[in-house]
């Protein structure tokens, strides 16, 4: 294979060669960077499918609030752990949001022995025909077991990107290259501050980049410091463009870091309620006839009838609205449709109204905004799964 392919994708070609190449077996993913570790482990596992289209998936998530959750977490991993793929052929398992290498213990007696007791069947004994990757959500690589882990296993771990570091600015690089984006070193460094050096941000602020070119192009400093002003402004926007493009995950990282900044949870909501208000009237327009738009990103036009005129949202200068913005906006909603907003509108009335009517203390003002974000993911997973952006 050729020499810049990741090593855990040279796995496909190798870990079937006999079953005593355990250390094939099992991928771990994670680090600092939890974001990019995730990314690797998903492209890990698009790979494996990829390359085996009849394998079967099975998926655990260890993200549990109590230790009887945990524990019969792990029963079911040694479960599938044990249980033959069907039709004898591959078998992948993925563990997501791990906490057993985390720094702190394994909290519960219980749930140490169940983690020993899997891993001593992957070291010892692993099935024929199976996979496991494990995606860690901490990784203390002090402790001994990590170490061990590390000599039998394959481990990934990601680090975090740092401006002074002249790799992390040539990673923005080679991102920017991949989406037909040219920039010069100047233009990565002020990407990578402007990002707070978190991946998931960064990749977010390449997106709408893209966006903003409308075609692969060239991006100069000038133009990037008027798009990424860094002003709180700014940064609402980007948290309602993540949840108006289902990218729900990022969405509640960028809503802490906004709260932890002393973002204001009214105008969060307000800017948030405006956003899904407006996704909701362009459907409905769509949906009777009065409004079309043609293209994406930067040549995105709207086509709006004498009608619709008369509800098209205005300023409170009565300016109208910029059409981009507006079409922007409804080219990220339309992936999951009318019905989901107008549920999503609902919900943003009520947390309004929680925030303003109740004598809440920051906290918990920031709990309810969180929470608000939850449930759209939870709905939205309900309501349409595929149109959720990963991440």
Not at 88 to 112: P, Q, T, V, Y
Not at 115 to 134: Q, S
Not at 294 to 321: D, H
Request: proline share 3%; glycine share 6%.
């Amino acid at each position: 294979m050729p020499k810049d392919v990741p090593w855990h994708f040279h796995f496909i070609h190798e870990s079937m060669k006999g079953k005593e190449n355990k250390k094939n077996r099992v991928f771990i993913f994670g680090g600092e960077d939890f974001y990019e570790a995730q990314r690797k482990a998903l492209a890990f596992i698009e790979q494996c499918k990829k390359e085996n289209p009849s394998i079967e998936l099975v998926s655990l998530d260890d993200n549990k609030e109590s230790t009887s959750d945990s524990i019969a977490v792990l029963g079911q991993l040694k479960e599938e752990i044990l249980t033959p793929p069907l039709f004898d052929e591959l078998k992948l398992i993925f563990w997501k949001n791990a906490r057993f290498l985390a720094a702190g213990g394994l909290g519960e007696k219980k749930i140490e022995q169940g983690v020993e007791e899997i891993l001593r069947i992957l070291k010892e004994n692993p099935p024929e025909n199976l996979i496991v990757v494990i995606l860690a959500e901490s990784i203390d690589k002090r402790k001994k077991l990590f170490q061990e882990l590390k000599s039998l296993f394959k481990v990934e771990l990601t680090t975090k990107l740092d401006p002074l570091d002249s790799s992390s600015v040539m990673e923005v690089m080679e991102k920017l290259e991949e989406n037909g984006i040219e920039a010069d070193l100047n233009v990565a460094l002020q990407l990578l501050i402007e990002s707070g050096s978190q991946r998931s941000l960064l990749d977010m602020e390449i997106e709408k980049l893209s966006l903003y070119l409308g075609a692969k192009g060239r991006i100069e400093e000038k133009a990037l410091t008027d798009l990424f002003c860094g002003r709180r402004e700014t940064v609402i926007w980007r948290f309602c463009d993540l949840v108006m493009g289902a990218k729900f995950d990022l969405a509640f990282v960028e809503l802490r870091s906004l709260l932890q900044e002393g973002g204001s949870e009214i105008g969060i909501i307000l800017s948030l309620s405006q956003r899904i208000f407006w996704a909701c009237l362009g459907l409905i327009l769509i949906k009777k006839g009065l409004l079309q738009f043609q293209g994406k990103g930067k040549y995105l036009k709207l086509n709006i009838t004498e009608e619709a005129e008369f509800v098209y949202p205005k300023k409170k200068s009565g300016e109208r609205i910029n059409p981009w913005v507006f079409g922007h906006n409804l080219e990220q909603a339309q992936g999951l449709g009318l019905n989901f907003w107008l549920w999503a509108f609902q919900q943003a009335y009520e947390t309004h109204k929680k925030l303003i009517s109740a004598s809440l203390t920051t906290e918990h003002k920031a709990k309810v905004l969180e929470r608000l974000v939850v449930k759209m993911k939870r709905y939205a997973e309900d309501f349409n799964p595929n149109t959720i952006a990963k991440g």
